[in-house]
């Protein structure tokens, strides 16, 4: 018999990506708890089984318990996967802050950099819930493709090799591959600083651009990644990974990419603010350009792409004009690092 069976599995975090887990948790049978911060929608969810803002027609199992208690939650639950946007993980860990998680072990799918502490989600989980044990989950992973079964491949990186193993064996199914990775530093970094290619190959598109221009962005994207994240510590071979290129692909590439579809809007006119403002989910890339920005400046590391973002994003720049300069920049070697 699997014990792990036996084990109670909590979700922060009720958005597509958390409740895709919830599902694909309770499908292996374990017993799933789904909290999100706000309690009209959790009923909603409760009462049709469905999340209808954030994984429409994909249908809830009877098995996960969706609850409206922070302390049912933590107290229920051996295990903890936080699934909060970055641009909120803060502000809501502080409801739990007060809670004892000690002896609980804690996985963190959140994608971002905090944008005034330059902090890693998983940093922002340490400082405000104390010393835990904690993992990292990253890598190309549509919410609706994995609910709906289709062939994934992620990776859980950690310091400590027994959590990584552990969690690899529950979350892994025939359709949902899980590797383990020691390097969290570059996972959680790859896992972010894809979104801000994606949102320069979302403006190729709009600007009416082809595959030719977005592969351009894409591969010099990933050394500007590559770059920063060795500055920071992390190692270069992470980022060929399935949280570097692997991640990188799918959100350059896929219609269901918010941070691309972002970019898409704005190559074809639209002004951030009014597209944020439509948006029902959240497009990290925005926040995480801005971090990312000042962390280059910082750190002297050679970053056009990002700087071009950063430019359009919060300098209001021509999207065009910011693609012509990519181009029209000194000719030199090319590098991969």
Not at 31 to 59: A, H, Q, T
Not at 179 to 202: F, M, R
Not at 300 to 308: F, G, S
Request: hydrophobic content about 40%; proline content about 3%; charged content about 25%.
């Amino acid at each position: 018999m699997n014990t792990d069976r036996k084990i109670e599995i909590g979700i922060l975090g009720d958005g597509g990506w958390g409740t895709t887990l919830a599902i694909h948790l309770a499908k292996k049978g374990y017993l799933v708890n789904l909290w999100g911060p706000f309690s009209d929608y959790l009923e909603i969810m409760d009462k049709k089984r469905e999340n209808i803002k954030f994984l429409p027609g994909i249908k809830i199992p009877s098995s996960v318990k969706i609850v409206k208690e922070e302390e049912f939650l933590v107290k229920g639950s051996s295990i903890i996967v936080i699934a909060i946007p970055s641009k909120y993980l803060r502000s809501v860990l502080k409801k739990f802050s007060h809670f004892d998680f000690h002896n609980r072990q804690i996985l963190s799918v959140v994608k971002g950099i905090e944008y005034d502490t330059y902090l890693r989600p998983s940093q922002i989980i340490e400082e405000i819930l104390g010393k835990i044990e904690i993992a990292v989950l990253s890598g190309p992973s549509i919410a609706q493709e994995v609910a709906r079964g289709n062939p994934t491949a992620v990776v859980i990186a950690s310091s400590d090799l027994s959590l990584a193993k552990k969690l690899q064996r529950i979350f892994s199914t025939s359709s949902f591959r899980v590797y383990i990775h020691s390097d969290v530093l570059g996972v959680e970094l790859g896992g972010a600083l894809k979104n801000i290619i994606a949102i320069a190959c979302g403006i190729s598109d709009g600007l009416g651009f082809g595959t030719n221009t977005k592969s351009a962005l894409l591969t010099r994207g990933l050394v500007e990644i590559i770059r920063l994240g060795v500055k920071l510590g992390a190692r270069p071979e992470t980022f060929l990974g399935l949280s570097g290129m692997g991640d990188l692909v799918t959100t350059c590439f896929s219609p269901h990419s918010r941070n691309r579809g972002v970019g898409e809007k704005i190559g074809k006119g639209g002004k951030i603010k009014d597209i944020l403002e439509k948006m029902e989910m959240v497009a990290e890339g925005v926040l995480t350009t801005k971090a990312v920005y000042e962390l280059s400046k910082k750190y002297k590391v050679e970053m056009p792409i990002t700087e071009q973002v950063y430019k359009v994003l919060y300098e209001n720049k021509s999207p065009f004009k910011a693609m012509e300069e990519l181009m029209t920049r000194r000719l030199k070697e090319e590098s991969t690092i």
